[in-house]
């Protein structure tokens, strides 16, 4: 399967979508509805499980509308990974144009910090803290797939932005000269919620023992990944995305490589 067209046509059709939704609304076509923040599909709406973490702490109430709103991204999550980050999430494009602009440009970044999910997790854990405290919707101001969204609809039926994709601009300035992928790194709250549904059989990349002896540890799969993980040194969650890049990388040509996602 050639995973890289794929996925790059998956996300362009997503990024295109974002535009037509609100098109198709302003005429009257509303069975495609939303943001990435919440998306109708005629009557079943669908909800991210970080906005629908952030509203049941600042409402501290279980709704059963939010909760069934969440189940399709969960099931998604625990089934797949974080798909949704490597195959979806418009910030995630974005910012993989600009990684290869500042590898085309060989930008140095600043500081080179080893990928760890640490950070993600006293990120979360304040937002999730102040949403409970003050009611906070912070979640909401910093996601920026959500934030994308939202600023395509306005393009379409206003014709202007909003201050908000400043933060789009800070992330992608921040990843060219500074650290390279810090916001899906080491920041998004979206990523870091989708990260915490995991089970022993969710899909997940693998380096085959059997086939490793044919490995030659080119780093191919390494030096493809723009988190900076190591496959087949392991350890790749809860930060890989399941993009599947270093799968493929790989330049051994067998019937079955050593990396390969399994459930």
């Known amino acids: ?39 109708a599909i005629g009557p079943l ?27 399709l991204p969960i099931v998604l999550a625990l089934a797949c990974g974080r798909v949704f980050c490597g195959w979806l999430c418009p910030q995630n494009f974005i910012s993989e144009l600009a990684d290869a602009v500042a590898a085309r440009l060989k930008i140095r970044r600043i ?15 304040s937002i999730l803290l102040l949403a409970a405290v003050v009611g906070l919707p912070l979640v909401s101001l ?8 939202v600023q395509a609809a306005r393009v379409v039926l206003e014709k202007t932005v909003g201050a908000e994709l400043a933060l789009v601009g800070l992330i992608v300035v921040v990843e060219l000269f500074l650290v390279r992928r810090a916001w899906c790194n080491f920041f998004c709250p979206v990523g870091t919620v989708l990260g915490l549904f995991r089970v022993r059989r969710t899909m997940k990349v693998v380096f085959s023992e059997e086939a490793g002896h044919h490995c030659t540890r080119c780093h191919a799969c390494a030096q493809a990944c723009q988190l900076g993980l190591d496959p087949v040194a392991g350890g790749l969650y809860p930060q890989c995305h399941n993009c599947g890049a270093c799968i493929a990388a790989c330049k051994i040509d067998l019937n079955r490589k050593p990396l390969f996602f399994r459930f």
């Open 1 to 39: 399967m050639k995973l890289t067209p794929l996925r790059r046509t998956v996300q362009v059709c997503l990024l295109l979508l974002l535009f037509l939704v609100p098109w198709l609304n302003q005429y009257g076509i509303t069975f495609l509805s939303g943001t990435l923040y919440s998306f």
């Open 142 to 149: 910093l996601s920026a797939p959500g934030i994308l969204s």
């Open 111 to 125: 500081v080179h910090p080893a990928p760890t999910a640490k950070p993600r997790f006293v990120v979360l854990g």
């Open 45 to 71: 709406w669908i909800t991210d499980p970080a906005i629908g973490l952030q509203t049941l702490f600042t409402t501290r109430a279980l709704d059963l509308t939010l909760l069934l709103s969440l189940l």
